[in-house]
Nanobody, 119 residues
């Protein structure tokens, strides 16, 4: 069974930093794309950052220049480095991977980790 386990969330003051980690239980080389989403109560889940196999990344406009998505294939990990955090970044953050196996696509999600930005 495929598992994605996030960690690294917590309470941080505005202007602070956090690094979210996502441990992936499948081969990183079978992953077509990896993403971080976030969700707040009453709102739809939104894409924060994405990274595809080519190495290209994309970011939500509100986090550009502050967040960085990365991967470590050797450790089967996906990261989201978040700097200059703002109260508006408060949300549950979810790791997501899109796996491509023999022409079939599979979509997996972690359980989420809470990030709270508050003084």
């Amino acid at each position: 069974q495929v598992q994605l386990v996030e960690s690294g969330g917590g309470l941080v003051q505005p202007g602070g930093s956090l690094r979210l980690s996502c441990a992936v239980s499948i081969s990183m080389f079978s992953i077509n794309a990896m993403n971080w989403y976030r969700q707040t109560p009453g709102k739809e889940r939104e894409l924060v950052a994405g990274l595809i196999n080519s190495g290209n990344s994309n970011y939500q406009e509100s986090v550009k220049g502050r967040f960085t998505i990365s991967r470590d294939n050797a450790k089967n990990m996906v990261y989201l480095q978040m700097n200059s955090l703002e109260p508006e970044d408060t949300a549950i953050y979810y790791c997501n991977v899109d796996q491509l196996v023999e022409g079939n696509r599979y979509d997996y999600w972690g359980q989420g980790t809470q990030v709270t930005v508050s003084s």
